[in-house]
């Protein structure tokens, strides 16, 4: 990574010794004399480089503050959370404990629940942000608004996940939010509030999620649309394509590998951010939108069971890691190369 | 198979019209190649045909039946692209059998139809192939064997040899030729190159600045371009051009320059009283026109000083410095004549040509 071969500073002098003697060798036929022959380099001397080299070990000293900085940051916690995860922790008492946080997890109901939870509110959310922001990327693309409509898009993305929770949580409020009251106006919607009820408390988190990241995925298909060859497109149209089939089997498949980026980035988000949850819902009513990273965070900083939390931490990172890996597979293969 | 004509046909982007008011016939089974430098219109004008331009206005006809509002799925043309335009993500195969899909033929039909293509182009080993693992010329060919699985009204090449290498071009033009001759199929062809246009087209149409210049056969513009401008285009090695005076002496009419005085044929003559009284005008010789010698041949020829001679293996170029221009001759390799020497050149007056200074259009 440290390789001292930086582009050289070409601030030399070029030698210009030596006339015409060898450009005579191929010189065919008579130049006049008025056409003047320019001395030409014979032999450019190696520019000397600014740099005094020095050894690998000082770039490591270089690297060295920023190495420790990353160890206690990240490192360490990490490491820390491996042997949390096979101990009963608590305040000022740590006990190895024989793998029990990691055996009695397949017995808890709640842990278990928080998987197909989490699947649920995934799929949800990956599906309807990739619907919606594909059909928005391929409405918007070309347009003359194309640049205005693309920065308003972006304003959800923009705001911190928290402050969309609370922004939502006003609105889906029971006694004054503009949401509730439409819906309930309408008749969708029963006495009680959208968060408070079990049935509908998934679907408003979903929404929340659809609201503040689907602008992402229209950005990346939009992105991903500028580069569909145009002439492919355009042989498939005289090849006798509809222009649906033309989607189909030119804009899709060179709009995969976008996707699949997409697709992983918003599923790994889904894994981790919850601050969203956490403002509008906390997991419940009951434990009906409790998915497993709101459950991570209730064992881990409710009730302080940090040796569970950590076990549970670490199998959902293991899973994350698993899923990612599986997605930047299909990616590679889906991959077709330029022609 | 269809006839195809252009009436009156305009095509402008914005206020900037691309092709200019362009009327062409081409009849069924022929083939028609449009040259032009880039920006000519050339291309606008086949992707118009094809459907992937809106038309300005005019209409462009298959059989007499307008196709105007026409979409490029219901035209049934072929199209071969620049850049050859090879799904990726499909095996040459998938490719070629591409339009027959899509128009609902059988499976067995589109196998016998894909193979029977690849054979005559000799891609039969490639089709399990992705267009990326093919080379050039390969890609080439699968792009003309997705045009000819099916039988189309019509063909449209766009310049489709032009990133090949000059070998594989010039095997490339013989192919393609024979390939319509024997297809039967009309063909549109565009290209910048004249030698490909030369070489392969029945019919040419030489476009400048959206305008149609010439439409003729091969030889036509060739022997009698009907302006400067087709006539510097057409022709490798290119026309020399010269600006001579034209003055009467003893009844016949001589192109005088300060170099040479030359005497026009009767009927050039005629030509070019008959159409201006310009006291000057434009000579235009192709170097094949001209033959050169180191002794001088009659009074009525060229003088020059060699600037240049280029060996070509078969034939020999001479650059000749006139005293306000310089001029190209062809020759055969045996000419001796060196840099800085004095030479003389004829003229053989059946083949030059003269062209008004003002506007550039041919007397003769």
């Known amino acids: 990574m440290t390789d001292a071969t930086m582009p050289k500073t070409s601030g030399a002098a070029r030698k210009t010794s030596g006339n015409g003697r060898n450009l005579d060798l191929f010189r065919v036929r008579h130049i006049p004399d008025s056409v003047e022959s320019r001395p030409v380099p014979m032999s450019v001397t190696e520019p000397t480089s600014l740099n005094k080299p020095v050894s690998k070990s000082f770039y490591f000293w270089l690297m060295a503050p920023a190495?420790?900085?990353?160890?206690?940051?990240?490192?360490?916690?990490?490491?820390?959370?491996?042997?949390?995860?096979?101990?009963?922790?608590?305040?000022?008492?740590?006990?190895w404990n024989n793998f029990a946080n990691f055996i009695k997890l397949p017995s808890d109901s709640r842990f278990l629940m928080g998987w197909v939870l989490l699947a649920e509110y995934s799929a949800m959310c990956l599906t309807l942000q990739i619907i919606i922001g594909v059909f928005l990327a391929l409405a918007l693309n070309g347009t003359r608004l194309e640049k205005v409509l693309v920065t308003t898009l972006l304003m959800p993305m923009m705001m911190a996940p928290l402050v969309a929770g609370m922004v939502w949580y006003f609105l889906y409020n029971g006694t004054f939010g503009w949401y509730h009251w439409l819906l309930q106006s309408l008749g969708i919607l029963g006495a009680k509030s959208i968060l408070a009820s079990a049935n509908t408390a998934m679907i408003g988190l979903v929404l929340v999620d659809v609201w503040q990241w689907t602008p992402l995925i229209t950005l990346i298909t939009l992105a991903g649309l500028k580069r569909v060859p145009q002439d492919q497109l355009e042989a498939n149209m005289v090849d006798g394509a509809s222009p649906f089939r033309n989607f189909v089997s030119v804009t899709l498949p060179n709009?995969?590998?976008?996707?699949?980026?997409?697709?992983?980035?918003?599923?790994?988000?889904?894994?981790?951010?919850?601050?969203?949850?956490?403002v509008l819902t906390g997991g419940g009513p009951g434990n009906a939108t409790k998915i497993l990273p709101v459950y991570l965070f209730e064992v881990s900083f409710k009730f302080f069971k940090l040796g569970r939390g950590a076990a549970i931490a670490l199998i959902l990172l293991i899973v994350t890691i698993i899923l990612g890996k599986i997605l930047v597979r299909v990616f590679d293969r889906q991959q077709p190369s330029k022609v | 198979m269809a006839k195809v004509s252009f009436r009156n046909v305009w095509k402008k982007y914005g206020d900037m019209p691309a092709v200019k008011d362009l009327n062409i016939e081409c009849p069924d089974g022929s083939f028609l190649s449009v040259l032009g430098p880039s920006g000519c219109g050339k291309s606008s004008t086949m992707r118009m045909v094809a459907g992937l331009e809106h038309i300005t206005s005019g209409q462009i006809l298959f059989d007499e039946r307008p196709i105007n509002d026409l979409a490029p799925k219901d035209r049934d043309v072929a199209m071969v692209f620049e850049n050859y335009a090879l799904y990726p993500h499909k095996s040459v195969y998938e490719n070629m059998a591409n339009p027959l899909k899509l128009r609902g033929q059988d499976a067995s039909v589109i196998k016998e139809r894909v193979t029977a293509a690849a054979k005559l182009l000799e891609i039969n080993h490639l089709l399990e192939r992705r267009p990326q693992e093919l080379s050039g010329g390969q890609k080439q060919r699968v792009a003309i064997g997705r045009a000819i699985v099916r039988e189309p009204n019509l063909f449209l090449f766009d310049e489709p040899i032009a990133h090949l290498d000059a070998k594989l071009r010039a095997h490339m033009r013989g192919e393609i030729k024979h390939l319509q001759r024997t297809l039967g199929t009309t063909m549109i062809y565009v290209t910048h190159d004249q030698l490909e246009a030369m070489s392969m087209a029945d019919t040419i149409a030489v476009m400048h600045d959206g305008e149609l210049q010439q439409l003729g056969t091969p030889r036509e513009v060739y022997n009698h371009p009907v302006n400067a401008w087709v006539a510097g285009f057409v022709g490798e090695p290119a026309m020399n051009f010269v600006d001579v005076g034209v003055e009467d002496r003893a009844g016949r009419t001589h192109f005088t320059h300060q170099n040479f005085s030359v005497p026009v044929t009767e009927e050039q003559q005629r030509r070019v009283s008959n159409g201006s009284r310009e006291s000057a005008l434009r000579m235009g010789v192709r170097p094949d026109a001209l033959s050169i010698s180191m002794t001088k041949p009659s009074e009525s020829c060229i003088t020059g000083k060699i600037f240049v001679t280029e060996l070509l293996g078969g034939d020999m170029i001479v650059d000749v410095d006139l005293d306000d221009c310089r001029i190209r001759v062809k020759t055969s390799t045996e000419f001796a004549g060196e840099e800085g020497q004095t030479c003389y050149m004829t003229v053989n007056t059946n083949k030059w040509h003269a062209f008004s200074k003002e506007n550039g259009k041919a007397f003769f």
């Open chain 1, 255 to 278: 709009l995969y590998p976008v996707l699949l980026i997409a697709i992983m980035l918003r599923f790994m988000d889904n894994f981790r951010f919850i601050d969203s949850i956490l």
């Open chain 1, 67 to 95: 190495i420790l900085v990353l160890a206690f940051i990240s490192i360490y916690p990490f490491f820390w959370m491996i042997y949390m995860s096979l101990h009963d922790v608590d305040i000022g008492h740590v006990e």
